[in-house]
C-alpha cells in the first residue's frame, strides 16, 4: 500500500488532518468478524465548528467559480478516486462484507455520478436562465428588465450511507450534487467504513488543491449522529441537508432542523419497502420465472438496497401459488451472506422475528453459522391483514419480504391505495394485464417516486430522467430526487435582477449569451 | 348590486354555500370607521374536514385534466372575476380603505395571474418532460426506458393575505399557481375582507361549473388562524401550504406542519424590510430627487407592501443629508391614508413608538384624526448600532422606514452582510459606483430574492423571471417564487416511468411528443 492510500485514522477540516478526541471506532469486518485498523475516534462540537467556518468562508469563492471549473474538479476528483480504486475496493470489502464486483461496479457508479454532474454544469440548464426584456412603452406602465438565474444555497451538510459505502458516501450523489451547484459539503462518514471515507476524502481534498479550490470546500467529520449530527443540522451556517440511512435517523434530522430560526431543506433518503404487483397475465405465464428473479432481487448485496422488494402484492390463485413455490426453492438454495454490521444483523433478525408473530412465514435461506449473516426470510399475509396492521409496512433492512394475497383486483387497488410513500412500485404485467395496470397507475404515481415494469427495483440508473426519491416516509422532501442530474436542483435557489446594469450582470443572464446556454426570453426557450 | 354580487355571508365547501357556526366577523370599513353587512361566521374542524374530504376526493380526476382544460378553467376563472370587477372593487374598497384605482388595478394583476398560468400551461414545460431511451446493447447492463415527468402533490391549504385582498388572495398567485398544478385548493379567507373573499369564491365556484371540474377543486372557509388555520395545516390529506402574512404567522403554520408525520412543504411568504443602498455618485447627482421618490414608494398604500422599503444604507455626507431633508420634506406633505385594519393601525403606531425609543424620527407625516390611518415616520440611526441592535430589524408593517448612516464604504458592506434574509435589495448608482455596487452584489445575492437597480422595490411584475422570494425571515423556503411562472413548481413533484408500456405512457412523456412539449432527451432539450 502505497503512502497515498496508507489510513491515519484522521477526519479532513478544510484540508487538514484532524484526530479526533471523542470515541474510538474502528472499521469492522464483517465476514471475518474482526475490527480493522487504524483506529478513528468521533470529533466534537468544536470540529463541527471549525469545518462549518471554513465552508461558509470558502463559500464566497467556490460559488463565484464557473461551471467549467467545477466540472474539471469534479472530473479531478474521479480520476482520484479511480487512481486507488484497488485499495478503496479491499477496504470498502473489508468493512462492508460486500462482494469486490459489486464495489468495484460502485467505484465506477460514484465515478460516473461526479461525471454526470460534470456534463450537467457544462450543459449550462441548472443555471435556470430567464429573462424577460424591458418593454419601455408599455402602458399603463412600462415592464423594467427582468433576469433570473439560479444560485447555490451555502454549506451543505451531507450524512453518509451504510449500505453504500462509496456511491451514496463520502463523494456520493449528495457530495456530488452540492459540489456542482457550488455549495461547499461538510460530510458526517459512516461509522462502518471510515478508512472507505478517509481514503474518498483524500482524493477530494487532493482535488480541491489540484483545482484551486478554496481548502474549506470540503471536510469530512466522524461522530455520534444524534450528537455531531445534530450539531452540523443545527449550525446557523448549513443551508441544507442531504441524508441517506433509517427513518428513525431521517426524521431525527428533520426534528433537528424545525428547531432552527431558520428553516432549511432536509433531504433524508428513509425507509422504502417497494412494492411489486404480479398480475394475473404474467403470473399465470412465467410465476415461476418470476419467483427465481425476485429472489435475486431480494437477496442481491443481502438486501440492503433502499429499492429492496420487501411487498409483493398479487391476487391468490394457482400463478401465485407457482410464485411461491418457486421463490421458495430459491429462496431455500440461497446462501448466507454478510451484512454491513453487527448491529445491521442484530435487527434483520429481529426484524424477522417480529414478522414472524404477525405473518407467515413461508421460507428461509440456508442457514449459517456466521454471527453478521443475513438469512433471507419469505412471509405471506392476506391483504385484509395487511391493511389493519401498520407494522406489517415496516421495513425489514435485510433480504426479507412480505407476500399479501388479495381475493381479487379490488384488494388489490386498496392494498395499492393503503400503502405508505415508497421511492419504488414494480409492476409485472402480459399484453392482457394493462387494463389493471392502467387503473393501478394512478394510485402508484400518488405512492411512489419510480414506477417500473417488467424489472425489479433493486439498481438504480444514474442519469438525466431518474428519480430516486417519493413520498413521505421514503423522503422528507418529494419533490426532489438524490439519484441523476436533478439531484442539484435541491441546492440551489432562484435570484432575480431588474435593471442591473449590464456589466454587473452574470454571464448566465447577460447579453449576447456568452455561456451559449439554453435560457427562457419572454417564457419561450432559446440559444440565443 | 345583482344577485351575481350579492353576499350571503357564507363559506363554500366544495360548491355548496355553508354558514360558519362560530366566531362572528364582519368585513370592516377603516376609512369609515364602521363594520359591514352581512356578518360571517367561522368555521370549525367539521367545516376543514368536510373541505379536505372533497379535495382529496376532487384530486383524481382534477390531475387528470389535460393542461388546455385547466388552462381554460383558469381563464374562466379570470372572466368571471372581471364579470364582477365594479362591485368587487367596491367592496374591496370599503373592505381595505386601499384607494379605487389601486384595486381596479389589482383586478387586472389577479387576472392577469391566471392568464399567466393559462399560459404556462399551454407552453408545457411544467411537465419537466425527460426521457433517456433504453440502451439494449449497452455493456455491462443493458439500460432500460426510463422517462419522467411531473405530477400535482394534491390538496393545497393557502392562506389570503391581508395587503392584497384579491392578488394574493383567494384567487391570487398561490390559487392560481396550485390549481395550474393540478392540485385541489382549500383557501382560508383573511378576516379583513369576507365580502370580496365571498365575491372571489363565488367566481371561481362558477368556473369550477362552467368547466366541469369536481366540485371539491376549491372551496372557502374562514376561521381563527391558530385554530381552523392549524387544524387545515395539519390535515393529513393536505399536502403543501401557501401563506402570505406577517413573520408570526407564518412560522406558527411552519411549527404546524412540523408535527405532521409526514413533513410538506410550508410556502410562507412573511416580513421584509427591503434594504435600499444609496451609493455615493447617486446621492451627490439626485439625492432631493431620490428623497422624493423614496416617500412616494414608502408611502404607497400606506406602506402595506411586502416590499415597502423599510431601510436606507448610505454612506454619510452632504448627499444623504439632501436625501433625508427633501425624503423629509416629502414626508410632511404626505396625508395619512388609511391601513387595512384597526389591528394593523394599532401595531403600526406600536411598532413606530417602539422604534422612536431606538432610533432617532426625522420625520413624519401629515397628522391625522383617523384612529386607522397611517402616518408615516422616517428613522436615522448609525450603522453600529443598526448592527449592534437586532429589534432595528423587525419590520414595522406601514410606511416606517429606517436610514442608516455608514461612516464608510465598509461600513455599508458591514449593514449588507448583517441584514436579515430579505425579498428585495435596491441598488441607487451612477456609473462611478459600479466598483462599489459591483462588491455590493455577491453580499446582496445571498441575503435577498431580488436585486433592482435605479427603482422602488414597491411594485412586482408578474412575468416568466420574477422572484418573489428570499432567504428566511422573508420566506420559510428560499428555492422558491411566490408571484410569476415558476410559482407553479412549488406544487410539483417529480415521478420517473421505467419500461412502463407505450400505451400506458402520460402523454407528456409518450413517444412521437403529441403534446408538442420541450423535452429533454438523453439530457438534451428538443422538441421532437
Redesign the interface.
Known sequence: MSSATRLTGQMIIAGVPVRGTGTEIRGFDPAAGRALDPPYRYGGAGDVDAACAAAAEAF?AYR?TTSEQRARFLETIAANIEAITEALVARAVAESGLPQARLTGEVGRTTGQLRLFA??LR?G?WTGA???PALPDRSP?P??D???RS?P??PVAVFSASNFPLAFSVAGGDTASALAAGCPVVVKGHDAHPGTSELVARAITDAVATAGMPAGTFSLLFGYGPELGVTLVTDPRIKAVGFTGSRSGGMAL??AA?TR???I?VYAEMSSINPVFLLDGALADRGAELGRAFVGSLTMGSGQFCTNPGLVVAVDGPGLDTFVAAATDALAASPATPMLTPQIARNYAAGVDTLTQTAQLVGRGETTDQENACRAALFTTDARSFLATGDLQAEVFGSSSLIVRCADADEMHAVAAGIE?QLTATVH?DDGD?DT??SL??LL??K????????WPT?V?V?????H?G???AT??????SVG??AIERY??????????K??LPSAIADGNPDHL?R?I????TQN
Open positions: 464566497g463565484a456534463e450537467v450543459e440548464s430567464r429573462i424577460d406602465l415592464r423594467p427582468i433576469r433570473q444560485i444555497l451555502g428533520v426534528a424545525a430560526p431558520e428553516p431543506p410513500g404485467a394493462l395496470a392502467r397507475l394512478p404515481e400518488l411512489v417516486g419510480r414506477i417500473l415494469f417488467g424489472g439498481g440508473e442519469c438525466h430522467a431518474m428519480v426519491g413520498p413521505s416516509p422528507s422532501d418529494s419533490r426532489t430526487t442530474a436533478r440551489l435557489r432562484p435570484v432575480c435582477y431588474q435593471n442591473v446594469p456589466s454587473l439554453w427562457r419572454d417564457g419561450r426557450l
